[in-house]
């Protein structure tokens, strides 16, 4: 994933907490056409220190 997707990432998710895996996944497509699995954000996100 690149800086710009978790910059992206953390953004959608400082807006709202309670989205689901699949939600910020279409997000991320719709916002900056970024295509990424379930699984692979979910790494990333507990890489970055969001567990849960």
Request: glycine share 10%; hydrophobic share 30%; charged share 25%.
């Amino acid at each position: 994933m690149t800086e710009r997707g978790k910059r992206m990432l953390k953004h959608t998710l400082r807006r709202s907490r309670q989205l689901s895996a699949e939600s910020i996944a279409k997000n991320l497509q719709t916002l900056c056409g970024i295509q990424i699995s379930t699984t692979t954000m979910s790494r990333e996100l507990h890489g970055m220190g969001f567990n849960g």
